[in-house]
């Protein structure tokens, strides 16, 4: 058994684990070894190639490097002695003479210098060697500056670009003492591939990368130079990055990756530049309410003045105005003619205290978020068949598998944390399966196999694949036989999909179908990941049932490295839908019409019923808005004029409302049509928890705080409420968790306490002492008798289909640097800076064809409208089709899309129209009727 190893250390004897480094034993004893090139944080190789760390072992002639030499039983290391002692300190001395004086250092506190203090170094007995040889100042990048007049060559940024984000990017030019880091074919910084994740960064022991935003003019700059740290959780995606907030003067001074379960130190570019939206001169500061004589309600506010249509209010006056309008319409046309969309961007408690406020103060459950245009249909599918809508295992899960499914998902743009750890994945061997019509820049040439097939022929091609499992008998018997039903309908009805009739709609040949269908039923442990590509289709509950109908052929659930992952989006959708922001369920999921639910909720809500029907959604509450049956909307951290899958017709309802109250950090398009705006905090500026994709409870810190009168969502959330009539007496988000527990089994073992000192705990969690359970289901599904089911999917086609007025196919999604409506990072200053642009991508063919330049400009227009946007030349986009990401007002791309919904998870078909594309500087062509 013996992984365990005996060695002595300074003088005691101690013990380490098989694969163990010198350092890292001497590391977990307090004692301190100078290191450099090393990096102890998760993800990093140990190199040994600058000498600092060198200690010696009893009967060798030369010292060794503790950071990558492991200790043997019976070996005698001594890191204190005078002989080890004086080389490290030699090998610091030889540095100190190539680095800028510390006094004009780029990083006054950088680790190096810290080093140097370690071993008693200030000063050189050697001549600089260097002075010729350095490209200095590389600032052509908005967010980062590379001074190489402070490398020491030690490589920890190539590891961390290459091994720890595989971006691929940073190499080294050059040997030895001349060499140096460059990136791509020695490109400047801001002109190369990079991504601008900031890990090399992050990595940077000496200052010679830095964040721009902490240098000066000459260069000059101190990581320490902050007056606090918080510890809290990135405000962008469901990956749910832990973030270390360095506030200088009440504002974030920079943000560093820390050591997260989802994130290990790594951030993407939002995540680490993109905080500034908060301190953007648009924030709302103040409660504002609509002038008696502003202009028609329209998108005609502008909001660096938003005084033309709207006047300063108190809060006093503003929350009064703002319930006395919803409770008027209440006792006028019943509580039925108000409605209320919450939010995936605020806290857990946030979301939970905004649906009981609709529920409790209204008497109805007309009340959704975002995750209807989500993952609704993914969601749907999971309820039915596994009886639960949650991932079956954390994304980081891969590194247990040895194949992997990406299927309509654009991790490393959309889940660039996640992304990398997929990437890792494939450098050991894993064989990744990509699924997407569009091919994927960053992920492709990772992938054994890439299929980019027709878009909306997902059923076409999963089923294919089954029909071949099916028949080559690939499945899991054992497993079906065990933890599934329905088996045997589903075979029957899969024998009609053979690869050679599916080759035929889906445009991938029988024989790749074939050769993938093996892949992953022979696999040990496979995993399959999914993103909008899947679920916003008319038919996006079926492409979820096949893939789970996929997993459970081959038994790819329940185990290590094998499972079910929706990608979640929003950083608190997943939480957010816990807490029952969702018109059809009570937290944690309890069915509206379930009686036992409805009477333990009447119990802790004291006394309210809750009504049995299950609520509208989304689009539909829209759609009685835009009727005239919704007079009221109080809506909290959303923009559905620009969301909505059909804004023409959102920004009508949204004007025809007698009263909306909008609660934001903006005057976003949808506050355009507010007859009173709640100026509200961003994540960095609250405390709460927060659910990320991988059902990791998180614990949000207030770092800064909210500008102006701007006050936490929660606080507001609670004073309404009490204007509304409801006895509600929340002081504290913590008291909003406990009542959350109450009713949330999801929450057992998981304390507000625990979350404190833990940060992060994952659901379900099986006590005091567990972290959570990552993988879910080995042994059953909260289903009838422990078994999940197959559910049959037909080939049913998009809502519409091209013809000869619109003959191409238009595609929406998203972009690395954007976060949806763009209403936060285009107002932050690197994601601006670097796409700063409405614009769209299309072949170069195609382009070409009609006679426009690569930047030129184009028309998009649709059965429901027109947009002119600049287009970028992209191999990736079929010729046939036009991908458009939604954060540009200018351009928005949901004048175009087709509202058409999947009938069960009620979600648009936001990947899938019908368009025509010309020259912006042709005359726009009239449409045959
Ligand atoms: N940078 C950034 N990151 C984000 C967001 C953001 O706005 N910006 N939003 C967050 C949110 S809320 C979400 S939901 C996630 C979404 O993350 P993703 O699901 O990755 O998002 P999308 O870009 O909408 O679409 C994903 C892919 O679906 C493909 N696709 C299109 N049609 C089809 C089809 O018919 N079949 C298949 N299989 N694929 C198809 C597209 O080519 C695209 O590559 O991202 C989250 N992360
Ligand atoms: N064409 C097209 N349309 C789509 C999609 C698509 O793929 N294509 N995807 C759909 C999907 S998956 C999603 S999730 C939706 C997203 O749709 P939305 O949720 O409407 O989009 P966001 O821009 O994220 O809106 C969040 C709002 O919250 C505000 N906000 C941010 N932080 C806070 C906070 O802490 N407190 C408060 N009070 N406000 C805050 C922001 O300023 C912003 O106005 O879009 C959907 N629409
Ligand atoms: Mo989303």
């Known amino acids: 058994m013996s992984d365990t190893i005996r060695f002595i250390l300074d003088g005691e004897e101690v013990e380490a684990q098989k694969g163990d480094t010198i350092w890292e034993v001497a590391n977990g004893r307090g004692l301190k070894i100078p290191h450099l090139c090393h990096r102890p944080e998760p993800g990093y190789r140990p190199d040994g190639n600058c000498r600092a760390c060198m200690v010696e072992i009893e009967g060798e002639r030369t010292l060794a490097a503790s950071c990558i030499r492991e200790p043997q039983e019976g070996m005698v290391v001594t890191t204190q002695s005078n002989r080890a002692k004086t080389a490290r300190k030699m090998v610091m001395e030889l540095l100190v003479a190539d680095q800028p004086e510390r006094e004009v250092a780029h990083d006054k506190s950088s680790h190096f210098w810290d080093m140097a203090d370690l071993n008693g170094v200030t000063e050189s007995r050697f001549p600089s060697m260097d002075a010729e040889r350095i490209p200095l100042l590389d600032d052509s990048h908005v967010a980062m500056r590379v001074n190489l007049d402070a490398c020491i060559q030690c490589n920890l940024c190539v590891r961390a670009c290459r091994e720890v984000q595989v971006n691929d990017v940073i190499g080294m030019a050059d040997r030895g003492h001349d060499a140096f880091p460059v990136f791509d074919l020695d490109d400047p910084m801001g002109a190369s591939s990079c991504v601008a994740c900031g890990e090399c960064v992050q990595a940077c022991p000496t200052g010679a990368l830095m964040p721009a935003s902490i240098l000066d003019d000459q260069q000059q700059g101190d990581r320490n130079d902050f007056d606090s740290e918080v510890k809290s959780i990135c405000p962008f995606c469901g990956v749910g990055c832990q973030v270390s907030i360095k506030v200088k003067d009440d504002k974030v001074a920079y943000v560093e990756g820390i050591n997260g379960p989802s994130n290990e130190g790594r951030l993407c570019v939002k995540g680490r530049f993109g905080f500034d939206y908060i301190h953007h001169g648009h924030r709302l500061t103040k409660p504002l309410i609509r002038r008696d004589d502003a202009p028609e309600k329209g998108l005609n506010v502008d909001p660096s003045n938003p005084w033309t249509h709207f006047r300063e209010a108190t809060w006093e006056e503003a929350l009064d105005f703002a319930a006395k309008g919803l409770v008027d319409l209440r006792s006028y046309y019943g509580g039925k003619s108000v409605a209320g969309f919450g939010s995936a961007k605020c806290t857990n408690e946030e979301a939970y205290l905004f649906q009981k406020l609709i529920r409790q103060g209204f008497k109805h459950n007309n009340v959704d978020h975002c995750t209807r245009l989500c993952h609704a249909s993914s969601v749907a599918a999971l309820m039915e068949n596994v009886g639960s809508g949650a991932v079956t295992a954390s994304f980081n899960e891969i590194e247990n598998a040895d194949v992997a499914i990406v299927i309509g998902a654009n991790p490393t743009e959309n889940h660039p944390v996640a992304a990398t750890y997929f990437k890792q994945f494939t450098k050991r061997g894993g064989e990744l399966i990509i699924m997407d019509p569009r091919g994927q820049n960053g992920l492709k040439r990772h992938a054994a196999y890439n299929l980019q097939f027709r878009p909306g022929m997902d059923v076409a091609l999963l089923n294919a694949i089954m029909n071949v499992i099916v028949e080559e008998k690939l499945y899991d018997r054992q497993y079906i036989e065990g933890f599934t039903e329905g088996f045997f309908e589903f075979r029957e009805h899969i024998r009609a999909f053979t690869p050679e009739r599916m080759a035929e709609i889906c445009g991938i040949d029988a024989e790749t179908i074939r050769s993938v269908a093996r892949t992953f039923a022979d696999a040990r442990a496979a995993m399959i990941f999914w993103g909008m590509g899947v679920s916003q289709h008319v038919h996006g509950t079926d492409n979820s049932r096949c893939l789970i109908s996929l ?120 506050a355009n049509y507010a007859d009173v705006i709640l100026p509200a905090s961003a994540l960095p500026e609250k405390s709460g928890t927060v659910t990320n994709t991988n059902r990791q409870v998180q614990m949000v810190r207030r770092a800064v705080p909210t500008p102006g009168e701007a006050r936490e969502d929660w606080e507001i959330v609670v004073d309404l409420a009490r204007r509304i009539g409801l006895d509600w007496d929340y002081d504290d988000p913590r008291e ?183 020259a912006a500087d042709q005359p726009a062509r009239v449409a045959a009727e």
């Open 551 to 670: 997993a459970l052929l081959c038994g790819h659930v329940g185990r290590p490295g094998t499972g079910l992952h929706p990608l979640r989006g929003q950083n608190n959708v997943q939480g957010a839908s816990d807490a029952g922001l969702i018109p059809h369920v009570m937290p944690d999921y309890q069915s509206v019409a379930d009686r036992e639910v409805r009477d333990l909720f009447r119990h802790i809500w004291r006394g309210t019923e809750i009504e049995e029907t299950p609520g509208l959604t989304v689009v539909e509450i829209m759609d009685r808005v835009y009727r005239g049956e919704i007079r009221g909307m109080y809506v909290l951290g959303e923009n559905p004029a620009m969301s909505d899958p059909d804004v023409d017709h959102a920004r009508k309802a949204l004007a025809k409302l007698d009263h909306l109250v909008v609660q934001d950090i903006f005057l976003t398009e949808t």
């Open 736 to 918: 909003v968790f406990d009542e959350m527990k109450m009713s949330m089994r999801s929450l057992h073992h998981i304390t507000w306490k625990r979350l404190e000192t833990e940060s992060s705990v994952t659901y379900p969690c099986n006590g005091p002492e567990d972290p959570g359970q990552a993988v879910v289901f080995g042994d059953g599904f909260p289903r009838r008798a422990g078994r999940a089911k197959f559910t049959p999917a037909r080939v049913t086609p998009p809502a519409e289909a091209p013809d000869k007025d619109f003959p191409m196919v238009l595609t929406t999604g998203r972009q690395l640097e954007h976060w949806h409506t763009g209403s936060m990072t285009r107002r932050a200053t690197v994601l601006d800076a670097v796409e700063p642009e409405a614009n769209c991508s299309i072949h170069p063919a195609t382009l070409r064809q009609m006679g426009v330049e690569a930047g030129g400009r184009v028309r998009l227009t649709t059965r429901r409208g027109s947009v002119e946007i600049m287009a970028r030349a992209d191999r990736n986009v079929a010729p046939d089709m036009v991908f458009l990401p939604f954060a540009y007002v200018e351009a928005a791309a949901n004048i175009l899309t087709n509202a058409a919904l999947d009938p069960f998870g009620k979600i648009p078909e936001f990947k899938y129209s019908a368009v025509r594309v010309e």
